[in-house]
């Protein structure tokens, strides 16, 4: 680890990539006793699913010391909750303006 402190972490496997998140989600907490699933870069942990194929890409794209830094930021951040009822969702919502049509 110390090594990846120093230097970042260099270019990982699927596999590899979804075994170090899981290894740091144990460690912060998001994920207990997971399930991980290294051919399909996914993580399941207490019924909730991690895909890692889009954020596996993302990792691989950016520059090596910040690669621990997307992990615990992006990567082991808690989703929002999702409103049950429309009262919640409302002051949520944005209007959006769009151009007409194409003529």
């Given at each position: 680890?110390?090594?990846?402190?120093?230097?970042?972490?260099?270019?990982?496997?699927?596999?590899?990539?979804?075994?170090?998140?899981?290894?740091?989600?144990?460690?912060?907490?998001?994920?207990?006793?997971?399930?991980?699933?290294?051919?399909?870069?996914?993580?399941?942990?207490?019924?909730?699913?991690?895909?890692?194929?889009?954020?596996?890409?993302?990792?691989?794209?950016i520059p090596r010391r910040q690669r621990l830094a997307y992990i615990r930021n992006v990567v082991l951040s808690p989703n929002p909750e999702v409103p049950a009822t429309w009262t919640e969702a409302r002051?949520?919502?944005?209007?959006?303006?769009?151009?007409?049509?194409?003529?």
């Amino acid at each position: 680890m110390v090594w990846h402190k120093l230097f970042g972490v260099g270019r990982l496997s699927g596999a590899a990539f979804t075994d170090l998140v899981a290894r740091y989600g144990v460690e912060c907490g998001a994920f207990w006793e997971p399930d991980v699933d290294r051919e399909a870069l996914r993580i399941i942990s207490r019924g909730d699913v991690t895909f890692l194929e889009n954020m596996y890409a993302q990792f691989l794209a950016i520059p090596r010391r910040q690669r621990l830094a997307y992990i615990r930021n992006v990567v082991l951040s808690p989703n929002p909750e999702v409103p049950a009822t429309w009262t919640e969702a409302r002051p949520l919502l944005r209007s959006v303006v769009r151009d007409g049509a194409p003529r």
